[in-house]
């Protein structure tokens, strides 16, 4: 059974930073994709960003230059470090892996941008 475990979220004023990480159990962690999608209220969930098991990245255009997404496959763990936090930011994050088929979500953690 793969559990992904969030743990990072608080509130914050814009501007800010916070690192959200994801800690993998149960599985070969260094095979898999992981990627962190969020959810807005009233909004659908979106991918933010992700990184493949080579350590190829991707972002979306809205957090560009300010999230960097991170990987250390001997602590089971994926990292999202998020910088110049803007209240537009505000949602449940979630932490996500997938290798071929498979695919397990965590239980999202609450970023919250205000002032």
């Known amino acids: 059974q793969v559990q992904l475990v969030e743990s990072g979220g608080g509130l914050v004023q814009p501007g800010g930073s916070l690192r959200l990480s994801c800690a993998a159990s149960?599985?070969?962690?260094?095979?898999?994709?992981m990627d962190w999608y969020r959810q807005a209220p009233g909004k659908e969930r979106e991918l933010v960003v992700s990184?493949?098991?080579?350590?190829?990245?991707y972002y979306a255009d809205s957090v560009k230059g300010r999230f960097t997404i991170s990987r250390d496959n001997a602590k089971n763990t994926a990292y999202l470090q998020m910088n110049s936090l803007k209240p537009e930011d505000t949602a449940v994050y979630y932490c996500h892996a997938k290798i071929f088929i498979m695919e397990y979500w965590g239980q999202g953690t609450q970023v919250t941008v205000s002032s």
């Open positions: 149960g599985t070969i962690f260094s095979r898999y994709a």
């Open positions: 990184i493949t098991h080579g350590g190829n990245t």
